[in-house]
T-cell receptor, first 110, second 112 residues
Framework: EDKVVQSPLSLVVHEGDTVTLNCSCE??????LLWYKQEKKAPTFLFML????IEKKSGRLSSILDKKELFSILNITATQTGDSAIYLC??????????FGQGTILTVHP | DAGVIQSPRHEVTEMGQEVTLRCKPI?????LFWYRQTMMRGLELLIY????????DSGMPEDRFSAKMPNASFSTLKIQPSEPRDSAVYFC??????????FGEGSRLTVL
């Protein structure tokens, strides 16, 4: 059974802090790892990582994958209150199956 | 672009009733997923389709749950009979495999 484990499960920081969220997977036929942000409604797509060691960046968010260890981190620098959300990691297999982790609840205080 | 469209957005029903949730994926996407989200269990994959064919339904909790995709633009998730423990937000999502997943806004189900 495919397994995705995220840590920490929750995190409380102040504006301006930098946070690192972790994701590790146990899966056969790994294809890609994806990160999503979920606020009040549905998850929205952030990054898709397929190759090892190549950083994907979008503004203050960045992510990188270690394909050998099936481990990824999501970094958020200079956090803002608007970054408060659940961050979900998911693994995509070559069969097209996407399995999510439990998520990390990030709370950014002003 | 309309995005993934789900209906109803909210459903409140009594135990034992049949519930049907509907989903229209993004046009051109070839994969469709049904997820259930609760506080306790997070986001769980129930079933997914590739080119309208069910690929993996191992996440469907039990025989009370069934899903169909009669064509590329429509899918249903049915619960019969419903039970209080089925209360959750049910998400439909689509993708152009192997691309990222795009979610609908979810159907919040409450079974009394």
């Amino acid at each position: 059974e495919d397994k995705v484990v995220q840590s920490p499960l929750s995190l409380v920081v102040h504006e301006g802090d930098t946070v690192t969220l972790n994701c590790s997977c146990e899966v056969t036929n790994f294809r890609s790892l994806l990160w999503y942000k979920q606020e009040k409604k549905a998850p929205t797509f952030l990054f898709m990582l397929t190759s090892s060691g190549i950083e994907k960046k979008s503004g203050r968010l960045s992510s990188i994958l270690d394909k050998k260890e099936l481990f990824s981190i999501l970094n958020i620098t200079a956090t803002q209150t608007g970054d408060s959300a659940i961050y979900l990691c998911a693994v995509l297999t070559s069969y097209g199956k996407l399995t999510f982790g439990q998520g990390t609840i990030l709370t950014v205080h002003p | 672009d309309a995005g993934v469209i789900q209906s109803p957005r909210h459903e409140v029903t009594e135990m034992g009733q049949e519930v049907t949730l509907r989903c229209k994926p993004i046009s051109g996407h070839n994969s469709l997923f049904w997820y259930r989200q609760t506080m306790m269990r997070g986001l769980e994959l129930l079933i997914y389709f590739n080119n309208n064919v069910p690929i993996d339904d191992s996440g469907m909790p039990e025989d009370r749950f069934s899903a169909k995709m009669p064509n590329a633009s429509f899918s249903t998730l049915k619960i019969q009979p419903s039970e209080p423990r089925d209360s959750a937000v049910y998400f439909c999502a689509s993708s152009l495999n192997p691309g990222g997943l795009f979610f609908g806004e979810g159907s919040r189900l409450t079974v009394l």
